[in-house]
Structure formats: C-alpha cells, structure tokens
C-alpha cells in the first residue's frame, strides 16, 4: 500500500520493473529518464557490477502533480534479474504498489521469463498479496531484434506462455529505441492510480 | 552452401547473444557451430576456422567464471546507502523510522555505514539503547567479538550512558559472549538488587500509607523499562516437525531484531532446515532466550531469503515474526 502522509499531504507510489536477467528492465528506466524530464524528479540511481548487471536495484524518482491536493510522487525500481539475488528481489518488492513484467522475446529466454514470472508469484504471495490483483503491465521486449534474423517469439505466444490468466494490458516494446516504453508506463501509472484511488476511498 | 550458412548463422547469432549479455547462451551456440565444423572439417576446408571458435568459447567461459566467482561488490556508494536508508525503513511508526533504515543497511550488507547511523541515534533517548544493542549485533553478525567487547567498554569508560542503560548492554553482550565460549567477563556490576522487594515487603513504612504492592511494582518497572516495549531475545530454540512424528530441535543466535521480527542467520550447510523454514510456516513450539530469563511461545517464519554478499554469503537469512510468548 502506497506510503501516504497526511500531514505533509504526500503519497509515494511504488512501482517496480520485474522480470529475468537481461531483458531490458534497467534499459526501460534508462530511457524514461531521458526523455520524461518533465516527471523525473532526480537522479536515476543504479547499482551495476561490474558485468553491467544490477545488483541491488536501479531508482528513479518521479512526480506526478497533484491530486486531490495530494503531491503524488512514484519512485521506479527495477530487480536484479539472476536467479541468486533472490533476497534483494524480494526486499525491492516489498510494499509494491504497481508491477511492470518485462518479458525477453529472444525465443532462448522463453523459459526465463515463465520463471521469473512464477517467482514474481511466489514472492508477491508472500507479502499476501495476489498477482491477479496487483496492477500489472506486461511487456514483450527487444521486438526490434526481429530486424537481425534472430529467433524471436511472437507475440501469440508470448501471451499464452505469460498472460494467458492474468490478462494484464501487453506492450510490445524495444526499450533500446524507446517504442513502449511510455505505453508501458502510462498503462501502470493509470492502474496504479486507480487502485490508490480505491484505498483512499476516493 | 547449406553448411557454412548454418555455421555463420550460429556465430552470428552467438554474437549477438554475447553484446545482450547472454552469456551461457552465446556459448551454447558457439559450442554447435564448433561441434558442425570439427564434424564436416574436410568439406569446409577452412583450417583457421575452428581454433578461432575454440579461442572465442574459452575467453567466454572465462568470462562467464569470472562473474559467477567474482565477490559482489558488497558495499555500494552512498547515494545507493542512503536511498536504502530512507527508502527500505518499513514502519508504521515515525519514531523508529530511522532505527529501521539502519536495520536495513545492515540487511543490504552495509555494516559502516549501518555502524555509523546506530552511533548517531545514540544521541536519542528513546532509540539509546536500541541503537547500541544494534551496533553490538552488527559486530558479532561480522563475527567480529573484540569489536563488541571494545565498543562496550568504550561506553563503559565514557559514562555516555545511565547505569541502568549500561548494564542492559552488559547482560546482553555477556549472554552472546557466554553463549559463544568466550572466555571475557565484562566490567560493570549488577544493579542494586531489587529495592522494589524492599518497598514491596515493608509497605508500611511510605509516609505512614498502605501502598498496594502491585502498584509500586509496576511503577517501578514501568520507569526502569520505559523505553524497553520489547524483551529483547538474544537466542531461540526452535522445534520443528521434520516429517511425520519426526521432531527436531535446533537453536539460533538472533543477529538482528526489530520489534517483534527477529533475524536468524542459516548456514547454507543446513539444507535440510532451510528446506522445512518456508515462509509462513507456523512454529508452534518456541523457546525466545532473552539475556535474563526464557520464554515459551510461538513465532512465524516472516521470510527467508539467501544472502548474496559479504561474508555471509550463501546462508539464509531468516525473519520470525514473535506471536506469543508466555
Ligand atoms: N536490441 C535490443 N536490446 C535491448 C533492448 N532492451 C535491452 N536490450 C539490451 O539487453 C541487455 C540487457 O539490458 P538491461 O536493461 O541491462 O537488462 P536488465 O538486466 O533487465 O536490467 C543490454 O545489452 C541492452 O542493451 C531492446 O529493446 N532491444
Ligand atoms: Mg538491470
């Protein structure tokens, strides 16, 4: 639930980029950060080793304007995508307010993105909360490789492998050239906000 | 023709693989390619082909050794530090907001910077002795006793703190010291014993008025224990059924403690233990050790997770959330 703080008339929405290694989550904030200037309200933080891989997580933050005199602010976050970094995941999830599952279309990772989703599952469960009832965006990322002649899965099966049951709204995307990228966004803010509103008894 | 079409598609697309940093992937397709061309080497002639691709899969493997041995960095720049501070403190209440941003640098594995926000809220009455008893615990979660045993007798010698405040941290740090073998006995004495029993056996003789036992008992404690709303538990004795009719019984050091969750560190050795601690799971048969007496009660396991840096890397960290204790 959204951190809300009645005397200084401020909530902080939560919203966190899931999915397996590699497939285009930090690159996703990346972008957002470059071109959404006008919302971005500091520094995009990320915590990379030295493989460009994240070890802890990347932050952004965002305002959103007011609502009903309340100041929205939303801080983005992404996971660490391998598989060992299971503690940090779930530390980052921790009080999620939206979700946004970035799913790899190189056809190699279609296994990794069915498990990442499950472990997404399994660890929203264990802060009681239900994958069919968190907002939720999916993603189908790096379609711009379709271009290189590489094995890339369609967007059929990507649905029926990951959103067959939870229906969530779908984007193709290609963070890299920023195709989605927005739609992603827009789509989980719009749910995200839906649901505050519902909280708040709006 | 058709065979070094297929080659030269495989390495492309182990190329391309590798720039997305997939790494076991690209291998995999080089490997292929390598096993095509060793297969058919009369038909495609090309002699330098295959060293070439046996020199690619060995500096691959490398690569791919180096990251999974590589140590992860385990302490990050303070931007990083500060936003855990202020972002991961999950808490209800205002007051211990920045106790619990401590608690989880510690938890990222950020014991300085951890050390140095605990020593800052010393200053604060009302987290004094909680920031202290978590500086301890940073140390022996660091395994690092001489550390502790120094700190306390840093605040010993400095009469930072109230007597009564001093000797909570005595008897806290002395239960893990007992409790770990060392041979150290800390400087500092009991309190006057118990001057409620006094006034308690000998009501009478307040200003001439009965005062009710009960009444002074509490007052007294209620003052000594103001600050103090959680028994602190140094250790737990934890029975569990490990199959049907089958019990177990083991015993952990909390390294940490926030309110009513407590902290376990599990050595990645005991697998058959991490397998049974799953989250949610109902331990109805708890002992809680807290440096001066024992309790009964119950707990659950909050979450469990695998630590990913530092030196306790690969052991599981364990939350139980205390239910009830008798
Ligand atoms: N071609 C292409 N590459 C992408 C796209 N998104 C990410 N990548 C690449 O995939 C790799 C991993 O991306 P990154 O954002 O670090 O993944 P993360 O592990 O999910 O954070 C990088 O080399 C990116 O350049 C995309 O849409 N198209
Ligand atoms: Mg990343």
Known sequence: ?202 | MDLKKKIKSLLQHAELYKSQGLLNEALEKYVHAGRIIKKHAAVIGNKKLLPAVAKRIKILKAEINRIEASPDMSVVPENVQDIIKNKFAFTDREETRDLEGAVALAKFGQYDRALREFRVLMDREDLKVNAAKNIIRCHVTLNAMSDAVGQYREWFDQSALRPEELNKLRVFLQSILDKKGIKETLPGKEPEPIVREAIVEDPGIMDGEIILPELVQGEILGDADAEEEIIDISSVEITLEEGPGKWRTVEYDVSFQSGRVINLLISSSDKALIEILRTGLELKKVHFYSPIAMFNGEGVVFSKSRIESGPKQGDYSLDIQIKHIR
């Open chain 1, 1 to 202: 639930m959204a951190n809300i703080n009645l005397k200084k008339r401020e909530i902080e929405c939560k919203i966190v980029y899931y999915g397996p290694g590699r497939c285009g989550k930090t690159t996703n904030l990346d972008y957002i950060f470059r071109h959404f200037q006008k919302q971005v309200t500091g520094e995009m933080v990320t915590t990379e080793t030295d493989g460009d891989r994240t070890l802890f997580f990347d932050f952004l933050p965002m305002g959103l304007g007011k609502i009903r005199g309340y100041d929205v602010r939303l801080q983005l976050y992404t996971v660490p995508g391998q598989v060992k970094y299971s503690a940090t995941r779930k530390m980052v999830l921790r009080e999620v307010d939206g979700l946004v599952f970035v799913a790899d279309s190189l056809a190699v990772r279609r296994q990794k993105n069915v498990l990442s989703l499950k472990d997404l599952h399994g660890n929203l469960k264990e802060y009681g909360l239900s994958i069919f009832k968190v907002p939720l965006v999916m993603q189908y990322n790096k379609r711009d490789l379709v271009e290189q002649g590489i094995p890339i899965m369609s967007l059929t099966t990507m649905e029926r492998d990951l959103n067959r049951q939870l229906k969530a709204p779908s984007f193709p995307a290609s963070a890299l050239r920023g195709d989605g990228v927005g739609d992603t966004l827009k789509t989980c803010i719009k749910l995200t906000l839906k649901s505050l509103r519902k909280q708040m008894g709006w």
